[in-house]
Structure formats: C-alpha cells, structure tokens
C-alpha cells in the first residue's frame, strides 16, 4: 500500500508556471506507475500525464501535451508535474495517483486502474 501528499497548487496568473509534486510513502514506490489526474468544478476528472515505473516511458492528455512534463525521482519516492504556459483552463484541483504495475515500462491512462490517490491540491489560473 502506498499513502500520497500532493503540494504545490495555488493561485497563478495565466501564462505562468508551477510545480506540482508528489510525494509517496512506503518503499515500493518504485514498482507503481504513477498518474496525475485533474478535476474542475462540475466536470468529471480527467487524465492529465501518466508515467512508467522507471520513468522511462510517459503520456500526455492532448490538452496539455508540449506544456506540462511529468517526472519521478524514484530514490526520493516523488512524482512532479511541471506546468508552464498555465491557461484559465487548467484550473482543477489536481490528484496524484498510483498504479502498481507488472512492467517497468508500462504506464496507465484510465483512472480505473489507479489504486491509491492522493488528496488534491487546487491549482487556480487566472486571467
């Protein structure tokens, strides 16, 4: 079982950039792929980037593909999301998620194959 903290959501002005990490407990973060997922008010939560065991492999959501970049340091058991060029879009409150997963090189796309989630933290873009 692994327990997750996500930090590092606030308020920015569009156009600007944050850091989101992740931090998990345990040590078997190494043998989960790791997910950020987001949910805006009345909206369901939907995929943001994904990314393998040994970080090696990584997906992004069409939405924010060339501006966000998911990363994993699996020695300090985090996984970041770094945001730039941040639209009034984005704005959600954005979840951490954990998948354990067979394969080094897999990652995971659908919310259903995530087992563990994290709290949220409210990134606010404005215009």
């Known amino acids: 079982q692994v327990q997750l903290v ?35 008010p009345g909206k369901e939560r ?17 939405s ?10 699996n020695a300090k058991n985090t996984v970041d999301l770094q945001m730039n ?5 984005d704005t959600a409150v954005y979840y951490c998620a954990a998948s354990p997963t067979g394969s080094s090189r897999v990652f995971r796309i659908s919310a259903y194959e995530y087992n563990y989630w994290g709290q949220g933290t409210q990134v606010t873009v404005s215009s």
């Open 85 to 89: 060029r941040l639209k009034p879009e």
């Open 64 to 73: 924010v593909k060339g501006r966000f970049t998911i990363s994993r340091d």
């Open 46 to 62: 939907e995929f943001v980037a994904a990314i393998s065991r040994s970080g090696d492999n990584t997906y992004y959501a069409d």
């Open 6 to 40: 996500e930090s590092g959501g606030r308020l920015v002005q569009a156009g600007g950039s944050l850091r989101l990490s992740c931090a998990a407990s345990g040590r078997t973060f190494s043998t989960y792929a790791m997910g950020w997922f987001r949910q805006a």
